[in-house]
């Protein structure tokens, strides 16, 4: 007889440290106005839709796709001006995050990011027995420069994450203020620019001249959030060492070809991104008429609000009315805040007609 003891509840097999994570979770409510994942939402122009339908019908889907990726690192080493080893996929930005981690922290060492911020910094370096230490953003969502170094100093993080546009604020920090973090950190930065296609201009290339600097980029949030594709870029020795904990043939076939072709086809790409930005500036211009609510400054695709009225109800009205918002239900600091993606014209005036007829509606 088997007398080794097992759990009843086969959950009790887990690391108690993954049964106290909550899964991450987004509200899946069917809309007809989706606002909360700061996807793009246009689809690529007709011309570079249908070159992409081409090249994903002719993959071959009884071999494995190319390991090193060879022809989508070299068309986003063009597109970014760098060279191709210069240039790290992951099955989106998520992953590049968790090789990144694992690849430089020991567990028991710490990684420090300025909060409230993009979430999964936090919840991969935990899964991996990782710290996350979180230096507050000033009540402005300003980037407190003296306290992010103090904490650095006591910390030693092995990686600071500094989002900027910052998820969810907006904020994008000052050129100064990122590059004073650069020069207190004794490990790696990670610039994630997720959002700097919508922001009025990039750092350039911070990594030339700092190795340990990284820069993190999506193609999620301007139109290709379906292909999973996210990069780090950064020094070629030490890419090749965070390149040992990809998983192999991570980016799949499909993927690699039709971010290829995206990435050589930027400049069919590139105007939504000025459309979506003059869209969240006329956005911004109505939510500050709207008596109750408090749009903060952004340069990415989405604007954070606070709503002054409860934002359950708010949030509840807005899906009756078909439009979906993030709201950061028991979030420190952004529980009475809703993120509010930039869409269509049509979308964003669907929104704001039912924001200003919620907040005017009885108490
Ligand atoms: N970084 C930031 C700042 C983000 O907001 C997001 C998406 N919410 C990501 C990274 C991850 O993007 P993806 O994995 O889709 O590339």
Redesign the pocket.
Same mark, same amino acid.
């Given at each position: 007889m088997d007398k080794t003891k097992r759990p009843s509840d086969p959950a009790a097999l887990a690391r108690s440290r993954v049964r106290d994570i909550l899964a991450y979770h987004v509200e899946q409510t069917p809309s007809e106005v989706i606002l909360d +994942?700061?996807e793009s939402p246009y689809p690529p122009p007709p011309e570079l839709h249908e070159r992409l339908m081409v090249i994903m019908a002719g993959t071959a889907l009884n071999r494995y796709p190319d390991m090193e990726a060879t022809l989508l690192r070299r068309a986003l080493a063009r597109k970014d001006g760098v060279d191709e080893h210069e240039i790290l996929p @992951? %099955? @989106? !930005?998520?992953?590049?995050?968790q090789s990144l981690i694992a690849a430089l922290c020991d567990p028991g060492d710490r990684v420090l990011t300025p909060t409230p =911020?993009?979430s999964?910094y936090r919840i991969i370096a935990n899964w991996l027995n990782v710290e996350c230490v979180e230096t507050p953003l000033g009540n402005d969502w300003s980037l407190d420069v003296e306290r992010v170094i103090d904490d650095i100093a006591r910390a030693r993080p092995k990686i600071v994450f500094i989002?900027t546009p %910052? %998820?969810?604020t907006g904020a994008r920090y000052p050129d100064e203020a990122v590059k004073a973090v650069i020069e207190a950190s004794p490990g790696a930065v990670v610039v994630?620019e997720?959002?700097i296609d919508y922001a009025a201009r990039p750092y350039g290339l911070l990594f030339r001249d700092r190795p340990n600097v990284l820069i *993190?980029r =999506? *193609? !999620?949030?301007v139109g290709f +959030?379906a292909l999973? *594709? @996210?990069y780090l870029m950064g020094d070629r020795r030490l890419l090749a060492e965070v390149n040992k904990t990809r998983l192999p043939y991570n980016i799949n076939s499909v993927t690699q070809a039709a971010a290829a072709e995206a990435a050589n086809s930027w400049s069919l790409v590139a105007p939504s991104f000025k459309a979506v930005a003059a869209e969240r500036e006329r956005m911004a211009a109505r939510l500050a008429a709207i008596p109750g609510v408090t749009a903060f400054p952004s340069q990415a695709n989405f604007i954070l609000m606070r709503i002054a009225r409860g934002a359950e109800d708010m949030f509840n009205t807005l899906l009756r009315e078909g439009v979906r918002v993030r709201w950061f239900k028991g979030a420190a600091r952004l529980d009475d805040c809703f993120r509010v993606t930039v869409g269509t014209p049509l979308e964003n005036d669907r929104f704001l007609a039912a924001l200003e007829t919620a907040m005017r509606g009885p108490a």
């Open positions: +994942a700061n @992951g %099955n @989106g !930005s998520d992953e590049a995050i =911020t993009f999964m989002a %910052n %998820n969810p994630d997720a959002y *993190l =999506t *193609l !999620s949030k +959030a999973r *594709l @996210g």
